[in-house]
């Protein structure tokens, strides 16, 4: 029978780093239009260097319901978009950034009382959609686009699902390529739009500049999750999740290069120095789904108290600049079209059990934990498949709750316990069969 | 073969091969030997599919409690995508040869993808349908038609020449042209179908050769032209909006009805959407697929299309005036997020013009029927 102690997860301390640029983005966010800086929604992928370069402020609609929900100020746009009558089964973010969006737009209304963050965020001057995977994005987007009185100039870049037809598969054969085309011709028209909203030519020096640093941030987060296919892990994927900004909606902002150069070297000196993330780790779990950002240190602490640790996941591995080395600095349209189309979300089935897979190879994965966001259809819509082929395939054995993004209203801790407990009692079970 | 029977007689005729929707779809396998390609419903161009000498049908939702599903998509999706990975996963899809899933909404990728991986045998294409409207939105629709046409080909080992694709595109317009046709009709005389009747006539266009739906069309049209006159109106006029991948449950459609309404027109994807418009022919047949499907858009604006130009709130408010009719009644898939995104809107545009509307969300399971019904009786009262 597993035991729970109360152990607390060992999270890597260079993450203040990233707090700190974290502050400087929305300091800046909020003061942007004082600065005279446009302003332009967007949501997906990162692809805060398209704006970046030509000196416009840029805000990422999950970024930004992440953020007013770690704030604690999510309840209050949550409410307000329900009572303008959007139905609690839509996406969280999409809900929250909605709701705000309508403290800008309308007003605050009498009952409610928001946060700061929640009501001080400027209207857009552009909206500009890149989304793979998910068709709730640019709905999402058009709705925002809908409260500003459909005034605002919307670009949306449509993103191919890869579903791997006619043997294409990770990052090749005619699909692939063909998509890659695509992707690349409408980043072409993305710039032709900027310059117009930003009524200048586009700075193409500075977006090469800053997509060197993406590569390099992009790249140095890989490497030092790699390090992490050593046992015991010295980091975790919680670490990972809190890390995540700099490879988001902060990508290329400046201080990123030595954030993660920090969290990498930290994650180095632990494994020279058999500093684990988890003190005593028996089990390697995957998380598969969006992080459940309410109740990330919760779960953090709760598998550590289980001497597991959450070493991976499809949120984290398979997204942000996975895949630094495709892109040339130089002519940067073609590497972020293959970041952006060879994501988690956006992968036919086939494709996404195959990377999964390899995953749990590479880093010797005991468990998997499917955490089923309600309200982000996206990732859940292949869990059942993911469960039962792992293990089938790998005799991986796996749990799954509810939960969601943002609102914690989906999610029961009572069953989440049991359902952990459940996975650790087999692991251990299998563990003891050797 | 149609021209002895009555109109009632007809349309009983569609309503059993509605109720039972592949049946008609399987003996025309059997007679022909020719391949059946299920479209993952909505937005897929069955002309193209029908240029290839195959039979495109689109999958129906089925009206039986979910079961042998649960295992494979979670509970918390959509009622439509949900019962079509029921149905494979009891083996009810085996008959098919092909399929297509498209990518116009995340929860039908999803359900394209289980179904892909419950039917190893079955080829599984898709259809990559860009949204929006922007200059170059047409060219790039006509891209993602040539790769199904050539996943298609490869499939039906057949190549589909511009003719053939035409000569689809012929008796598929035909269709379209016979239903609305009927639509007028029943605008005008909205209780000389129920629209359960309608829903027949749709959802039997959707499973069986169109060629001979066309017949049965042909013999239906004058019957009903004739009835016309003998049939008295009386009822609060309803539009019925909404209900996108799944047609709604023929319980939901009569207590409609039983509530003292008669419907003078929708735009549910089973009905008025899914015939609006013709496609041109005399472009080049892509070409002209392709701005079809911006066309409709804007005939009957789609909330999966993504095009800023279109307004469905006030295409809703431009119709309710259009058919005189006094309320909206909006059938909602519960779990419907392209629905869900446009309800303010549409709750907005209907208060701004006076139009009093009633949201009803259902589950597959309608577990809330006694619900509904009170609440339909309600509403409907209000406006006698
Ligand atoms: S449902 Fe998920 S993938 Fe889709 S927009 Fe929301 S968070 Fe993104
Ligand atoms: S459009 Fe609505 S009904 Fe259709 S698949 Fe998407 S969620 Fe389901």
Known sequence: MAVQEAKRANRLKSGKLVNKLVNEYWEDLINAKKTGKKVVYTTGLPIG?????????????????????????????QTFAEN?????????????????????????????????????????DAIVTCYPGCSTGPQWDWAIERVFGKKIPWFNVVIPYHMGRNGSTYMKGEEFEENVKYVVRQFEDLIKFLEV?????????????????????????????????????????????????????????????EAMQAVKDEVQERLDNGVSAVPNEKYRIFWEGIMNWNKLGWMADKFASYDATVVAGRYTHMAFWHEPDTIDPEHPLRGIAINHLECQLNLGYPITEERMMTLSKDYSIDGIVFHGARTCRSFSR????????????????????????????????????????????????????? | MYQNLSSDEILNKLAQIAADPYERAKEWKMETGSKIIGCYI??????????AGVLPIVLQVKEEPITTGHAYYPAYFC???????????????????????????????????????????????????????????????????????????????????DEDILKSIRIYNKNRCLIREIYELKSVHPSLLTSSDMLSIIKSSMVM??????????????????????????????????????????????LVEQSGAVVVGDD?????????????????????????????????????????????????????????????????????????????????????????????????????????????EAFVEMAV
């Open chain 1, 49 to 77: 260097p398209f704006m970046a370069a030509q000196d416009m402020a840029w805000i990422h609609g999950e970024g930004y319901g992440a953020r007013v929900a770690a704030r604690h100020e999510e309840k209050e746009p």
């Open chain 1, 84 to 124: 303008k009558g959007f139905n609690r089964e839509l996406c969280s973010y999409a809900r929250t950034q909605m709701g705000c969006a309508m403290f800008a737009e309308l007003g605050v209304p009498d009952d409610l009382n928001p946060g700061p963050i929640a009501t001080e965020i400027p209207a857009p």
């Open chain 1, 197 to 257: 909203v930003s009524g200048k030519p586009y700075n193409w020096d500075k977006f090469q500049e800053l997509m060197g640093v993406t590569k390099k941030v992009g790249k140095l987060r890989m490497e030092a999750m790699e390090l992490c296919k050593a046992k015991p892990a010295p980091a975790s994927f919680f670490d990972w999740s809190i890390q995540i900004a700099p490879v988001n909606y902060l990508t290329a902002w400046p201080g990123t290069v």
């Open chain 1, 382 to 434: 292949s869990h059942f498949l993911l469960a039962e082929n792992l293990n089938k395939k790998m005799g991986i054995q796996s749990t799954s709750f509810e939960g969601d993004m943002v609102d914690d209203s989906f999610y029961k801790e009572e069953l989440v316990n049991t359902r952990i407990e459940a996975l650790i009692e087999s692991l251990e079970a299998q563990k003891s069969r050797g």
């Open chain 2, 42 to 51: 909505m937005h897929f161009p069955e002309e193209l599919l029908h240029a």
């Open chain 2, 79 to 161: 009622g439509p995508t949900r019962s079509i990975v029921d149905q494979a996963a009891k083996g009810e899809l085996d008959f098919l040869d092909g399929f297509v899933g498209g990518d116009y909404c995340i929860q039908a990728v999803g359900g394209a993808e289980v179904v892909g991986n419950l039917l190893p045998k079955v080829s599984n294409m898709f259809f990559r349908l860009p949204v929006g409207n922007q200059p170059w939105t047409h060219g790039d629709i006509v891209q993602g038609l040539e790769e199904l046409k050539r996943d298609i080909e490869r499939f039906a080992d057949k190549k589909i020449s």
């Open chain 2, 209 to 254: 050769p169109k060629e001979e739906h066309n017949e049965i069309l042909e013999s239906l049209l004058p019957k009903l032209q004739s009835k016309k006159e003998t049939i008295k109106e009386e009822g609060v006029r309803v539009f019925l909006s909404g209900s996108f991948c799944g047609a709604p449950k023929n319980e939901i459609l009569e």
């Open chain 2, 268 to 376: 549910l994807f089973h009905g008025y959407r899914y015939i609006s418009d013709n496609i041109a022919e005399d472009r080049e047949p892509l070409e002209a697929i392709a701005a079809h499907y911006i066309d409709k858009n804007t005939n009957v604006p789609c909330p999966t299309r993504c095009d800023p130009k279109t307004d469905w709130p006030q295409y809703l408010v431009d119709s309710m005036r259009k058919y005189k009719a006094d309320q909206l009644v909006i059938v909602m898939a519960q779990f419907c997020e392209p629905h869900m995104f446009f309800y303010p809107d549409i709750k907005d545009a209907m208060q701004e013009a006076g139009i009093p509307h009633l949201l009803l969300e259902i589950s597959h399971e309608l577990d809330s029927i006694e619900t509904i019904k009170t609440r339909l």
